[in-house]
Structure formats: structure tokens, C-alpha cells
């Protein structure tokens, strides 16, 4: 049963090869999910991307072929309920065979008032970064199953947020991020925790199966969701990174494919935070250092 380490290929064209890889990235249209989709395409891998915009899919689709060397096709679908999540695990069913690689990224935030936090805010929230990573995930079982072995696992990765992580609101206007001043982003940081505690069961759940599940936790990094932050507070942002820059496709695309690679296979449950030192470093900013 053990290797003797001359016995196995430990070059990184044999632990990271991906062009037998077949991915589906929810969410793959624009921002993380289309960092990841990127580097799948780059380095040889069939990937599927799926969102509600046929516009945005095309464009992303298009880019990515023009790249290659892998392939890039397109869903459109709305995972805001099981009924649209289960519609797309049996279209994704019709058009491959075996997937190696489940990467969970829809997801939304809802910034208001704290007093006056609608209802909805909350609905929505769950549904889409919560609950279809649950029902994704079930639904893609069969396929994720497919020639999964211990040595070579199938993968599930999930994305939440470093506000799953952290207790204060980053996201306010005040400290500069994703909605205006005077509000918050209540149920997102939540989410994100019920998101990272879901991969966890999971991950026990499946292990068994071969069916490997981690969470990536990022930090601000560019996209859709942080377009707000980042054009009204860019400097506030930055101030709160001890390395002076946010996150950029390549720290994303790294990991996403270090976490579908041979060399994650033995890894499972883990909770990747992506976001420069912002967080355990305690670093603080010229701002809040000139206070004390």
C-alpha cells in the first residue's frame, strides 16, 4: 500500500494536467467564476460555464475559445430555486458524460439599512449562495462519481467569502466596500458562513465516494459585486491590504486549479482564505494607525 516517493511522477505536467478535466462553473460568465473558467480553458480543460445572462455567456464563451487551448461552451440557468438547479444538472447531464470538477460560484449581496432590512434581502441570499450549492452538488453526484477514484477524486469547490469569515461588516460604506454609507450587507456575511459550514458536511459526507469538496474564501478582489467598493472607495480598500493590492485573476485561477489538481487529491473540508494578509495579519491601514 505505501509509495516509495521514486515510484510516482511528482513533475508538475503530471500533478497539474487538466486536460482530461471536464468543469462546470456556476456563475462562469463574469468576475471569479470567469477567472476560473479562464484558467480550466488555458491549460487544456472542457468547461462549462453557466449564469441567467445569455449576452454575458456568449462573450465570456467566445473570449475563452478564442484562447484555448481547452474548450468553453454555455447554460444559461437560474439556480435561485431547486427547480432551476435541478434543470441545469439535467442539461449538464445531456451534454457530458463524467465532470471532474464542480466549481459552486453564483452568488449575490444585498446592501440596506440595518432598521429596515426587507425580507427579501435575506430569501434571496440563502437561495442563491446556499441552497444551490446543496442541490448542485446532489444533483451532479452522478457524474462527479464517474471514474472518481482515491487516487484520482472528483472535486467540489465552493466559493464563499472572507465575510463568512469575519465579524465586522467590511462591506459598509463607512470602512469602504459594497453598498452605501449607512448600510450593510446583513445576510451576505451569513451566507458565506453557512456556505463554508455546508462544504464542510459535505466534504464528511462524500469523502468516502471520492468525491473531494473544499471552500475558497476571497478577499476583494474585481467583479460585478465589488464594482461599487471599487470605484468609490478604491483607496480604502487598498489601505486595508497590508500588500498594497487586491486580489487579480491569477491568485484565483491558481488555487481553483491547485484545488482540482492531482496535487490537492487528499485534501478535503478545507477553508482556503485568498485575500493578501487583509485579515489575520491585523493589519489596519495609515487611516486607523493615525488614530491611536
Same mark, same amino acid.
Given at each position: 500500500?505505501?509509495?516509495?516517493?521514486? =515510484?510516482?511522477?511528482?513533475?508538475?505536467?503530471?500533478?497539474?494536467?487538466?486536460?482530461?478535466?471536464?468543469?462546470?462553473?456556476?456563475?462562469?460568465?463574469?468576475?471569479?467564476? &470567469?477567472?476560473?473558467?479562464? !484558467?480550466?480553458?488555458?491549460?487544456?480543460?472542457?468547461?462549462?460555464?453557466?449564469?441567467? /445572462? &445569455?449576452?454575458?455567456?456568449?462573450?465570456?464563451?467566445?473570449?475563452?475559445?478564442?484562447?484555448?487551448?481547452?474548450?468553453? &461552451?454555455?447554460?444559461? !440557468?437560474?439556480?435561485?430555486?431547486?427547480?432551476?438547479?435541478?434543470?441545469?444538472?439535467?442539461?449538464?447531464?445531456?451534454?457530458?458524460?463524467?465532470?471532474?470538477?464542480?466549481? %459552486?460560484?453564483?452568488?449575490?449581496?444585498?446592501?440596506?439599512?440595518?432598521?429596515?432590512?426587507?425580507?427579501?434581502?435575506?430569501?434571496?441570499?440563502?437561495?442563491? %449562495?446556499?441552497?444551490?450549492?446543496?442541490?448542485?452538488?446532489?444533483?451532479?453526484?452522478?457524474?462527479?462519481? /464517474?471514474?472518481?477514484?482515491?487516487?484520482?477524486?472528483?472535486?467540489?469547490?465552493?466559493?464563499? =467569502?472572507? !465575510?463568512?469569515?469575519?465579524?465586522?461588516?467590511?462591506?459598509?460604506?463607512?470602512?469602504?466596500?459594497?453598498?452605501?454609507?449607512?448600510?450593510?450587507?446583513?445576510?451576505?456575511?451569513?451566507?458565506?458562513?453557512?456556505?463554508?459550514?455546508?462544504?464542510?458536511?459535505?466534504?464528511?459526507?462524500?469523502?468516502?465516494?471520492?468525491?473531494?469538496?473544499?471552500?475558497?474564501?476571497?478577499?476583494?478582489?474585481?467583479?460585478?459585486?465589488?464594482?461599487?467598493?471599487? %470605484?468609490?472607495?478604491?483607496?480604502?480598500?487598498?489601505?486595508?491590504?497590508?500588500?498594497?493590492?487586491?486580489?487579480?485573476?491569477?491568485?484565483?485561477?491558481?488555487?481553483?486549479?491547485?484545488?482540482?489538481?492531482?496535487? =490537492?487529491?487528499?485534501?478535503?473540508? %478545507?477553508?482556503?482564505?485568498?485575500?493578501?494578509?487583509?485579515?489575520?495579519?491585523?493589519?489596519?491601514?495609515? /487611516?486607523?494607525?493615525?488614530?491611536?
Amino acid at each position: 500500500m505505501a509509495h516509495a516517493a521514486s =515510484s510516482d511522477d511528482l513533475r508538475v505536467g503530471s500533478l497539474f494536467d487538466f486536460s482530461k478535466h471536464v468543469v462546470l462553473v456556476t456563475g462562469g460568465a463574469t468576475g471569479l467564476g &470567469e477567472m476560473a473558467a479562464q !484558467a480550466y480553458v488555458q491549460n487544456g480543460a472542457h468547461v462549462i460555464i453557466a449564469s441567467r /445572462k &445569455e449576452s454575458e455567456l456568449k462573450k465570456t464563451t467566445e473570449r475563452l475559445n478564442a484562447l484555448g487551448p481547452g474548450m468553453c &461552451e454555455y447554460m444559461v !440557468a437560474d439556480l435561485a430555486d431547486k427547480k432551476g438547479c435541478v434543470g441545469l444538472c439535467e442539461e449538464v447531464k445531456k451534454r457530458v458524460g463524467r465532470l471532474t470538477v464542480l466549481i %459552486n460560484n453564483t452568488g449575490a449581496t444585498w446592501g440596506a439599512d440595518y432598521y429596515d432590512f426587507p425580507e427579501s434581502g435575506w430569501d434571496k441570499l440563502m437561495a442563491l %449562495n446556499v441552497k444551490s450549492i446543496f442541490y448542485m452538488t446532489v444533483g451532479l453526484e452522478p457524474l462527479l462519481l /464517474k471514474e472518481a477514484t482515491p487516487d484520482t477524486p472528483s472535486r467540489v469547490i465552493n466559493i464563499a =467569502s472572507m !465575510a463568512g469569515i469575519q465579524t465586522v461588516d467590511v462591506t459598509t460604506g463607512e470602512s469602504g466596500g459594497l453598498s452605501p454609507p449607512g448600510t450593510g450587507t446583513f445576510s451576505y456575511g451569513p451566507s458565506k458562513a453557512a456556505t463554508i459550514h455546508l462544504t464542510k458536511m459535505t466534504a464528511s459526507k462524500l469523502a468516502p465516494k471520492n468525491i473531494m469538496v473544499n471552500v475558497i474564501c476571497p478577499g476583494v478582489f474585481p467583479s460585478r459585486m465589488t464594482s461599487f467598493g471599487l %470605484n468609490k472607495y478604491m483607496d480604502t480598500l487598498v489601505s486595508g491590504q497590508p500588500t498594497g493590492r487586491i486580489g487579480k485573476p491569477s491568485d484565483f485561477g491558481g488555487l481553483v486549479l491547485f484545488l482540482g489538481s492531482a496535487g =490537492s487529491a487528499h485534501m478535503t473540508g %478545507n477553508v482556503l482564505e485568498i485575500d493578501g494578509g487583509a485579515t489575520l495579519t491585523g493589519w489596519r491601514g495609515k /487611516k486607523a494607525e493615525s488614530k491611536i
